[in-house]
């Protein structure tokens, strides 16, 4: 399985992720949800504090996330496998990205 490197961006900030090829798709799928939730709580006007948006947005997709697993348990193996596989991901990127704070 090869690897590739995608460009993502959240709250402005740029990282490059390595994942397989096969989960590049659902990788952008994942950023662009956390955007849109991010998004939505700062349109809400309560909370400035990047961190706290960012916290907020995780609690709130996981949140969905736990609901579905506990609806639905059609394929839920493979989704938390490529949850985890994409939260690893964001940790090294994060990880690695020194020059930009939240």
Known sequence: ?????????????????????????????AVDLLNNK?????QGGQIIDHDKMVIMAALNITHSYLKLKVTDDLEISTFERKMRH???????ALGADTTNEL
């Open 1 to 29: 399985m090869s690897n590739t490197k995608v460009d993502v961006s959240i709250l402005g900030r740029r990282f490059t992720i390595n994942t397989p090829e096969s989960e590049k798709e659902t990788l952008i799928e």
């Open 38 to 42: 991010i998004s939505l709580i700062a």
């Open 86 to 92: 994409m939260i690893e991901l964001c940790d090294e």
